[in-house]
């Protein structure tokens, strides 16, 4: 499980970095909510930890923003405002639960636990895919990289899901035929390739990390790490 932890005050940063890490997550931490945005745009979380007072922003506006790029994960928010209307503040505004400072690290990893059951039903990951930074709504039939909605056609989103639901396995042009156009026998077409190139374009042209891969004379595969 990845989980960002948005936290300045160092000792309890450090502190929940260890504890944190001996329960299992893998975390990233970050002091500010920039840093944290930034984060969040190259990784994908499975939960986060946000601090409501933080050096350059609000904890809630950063929540808001993680939201407005695309940020599905469920948020824990930590904080020491006790009032009751900080915390009904806080979940409205995006965040799932509230623990409040200072805080039993049993209690914490309890939440944690408690919010990773509760977002993942098995009806959320139907409609749902998600690779690295790439997310698919199979609902809405809508693509977003780095939460930046794509526009594709719908003849682009069939073979964009296809290469998702076999991400980090090589397909080949027959298999794309096959699966996309319904076509069983390879024609004497490039319609593979001017698709591929036309997303392509779009999926990781303004990317520093491109995600399509081809494989001369074999096929493609759209990169899982
Ligand atoms: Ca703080």
Redesign the pocket.
């Given at each position: 499980m990845r989980l960002l932890l948005v936290?300045?005050?160092h000792d309890?940063q450090a502190f929940l970095r260890h504890s944190l890490a001996e329960a299992g997550y893998q975390v990233d931490v970050a002091a500010d909510g920039k840093t944290a945005e930034k984060l969040a745009l190259e990784a994908t979380y499975d939960i986060l930890v946000v601090?409501?007072?933080?050096?350059d922003q609000d904890?809630i506006s950063l929540i808001l923003r993680l939201r407005q790029i695309g940020v599905s994960a469920p948020v824990l928010i930590l904080?020491?405002r006790r009032s009751v209307d900080d915390r009904v503040r806080g979940l409205e505004q995006g965040g799932d639960d509230y623990l409040t400072k200072p805080f039993a690290l049993a209690e914490l990893l309890a939440r944690l636990r408690n919010l990773l059951k509760r977002n993942t039903p098995a009806s959320a990951e139907a409609t749902r895919l998600r690779v690295l930074d790439l997310e698919l709504d199979l609902l809405r039939r809508e693509a977003r990289r780095s939460g930046q909605l794509l526009q594709l056609t719908p003849q682009e989103f069939v073979l964009l899901e296809y290469l998702v639901r076999n991400a980090g396995r090589v397909v080949t042009r027959s298999m794309i035929l096959d699966k996309v156009w319904g076509m069983r026998i390879q024609p004497d077409t490039n319609v593979v390739d001017v698709h591929i190139y036309r997303l392509r374009g779009k999926v990781d042209g303004k990317s520093q990390q491109p995600l399509i891969r081809t494989l001369r004379g074999v096929g493609y595969v759209l990169k899982d790490r």
């Open positions: 936290e300045d005050e309890i601090d409501l007072g933080l050096p904890g904080s020491a």
